[in-house]
């Protein structure tokens, strides 16, 4: 990944052709989380990315 976090959520998102409101619904986050996590707005609480990374299949360190 490229090291930005919110960018690697976004491109994870996008190459699961996922919707912002469907990460949401799956992570029981909001999509204003989702948005600003993927606009880089918010830093990530590690509770948020471990829903986050479980939906992907990938790893912490990986984002």
């Known amino acids: ?3 930005n976090t919110g960018t690697n959520l976004k ?3 996008l190459i ?5 409101k469907e990460v ?3 992570t029981g986050l909001s999509c204003d989380t ?3 996590l993927e ?3 918010h830093t990530p609480q590690r509770k948020s990315l471990q829903k986050i990374v479980g939906l992907y299949g990938v790893s912490i ?3």
Do not use: V, Y
């Not at 699961?16 to 912002?20: A, D, G, I, V």
């Open 34 to 36: 989702i948005s600003a």
């Open 39 to 41: 606009r880089g707005k």
């Open 24 to 26: 949401a619904e799956s």
């Open 11 to 13: 491109l994870l998102r």
């Open 16 to 20: 699961n052709n996922l919707t912002q």
């Open 1 to 3: 990944m490229c090291g």
């Open 61 to 63: 360190e990986d984002i």
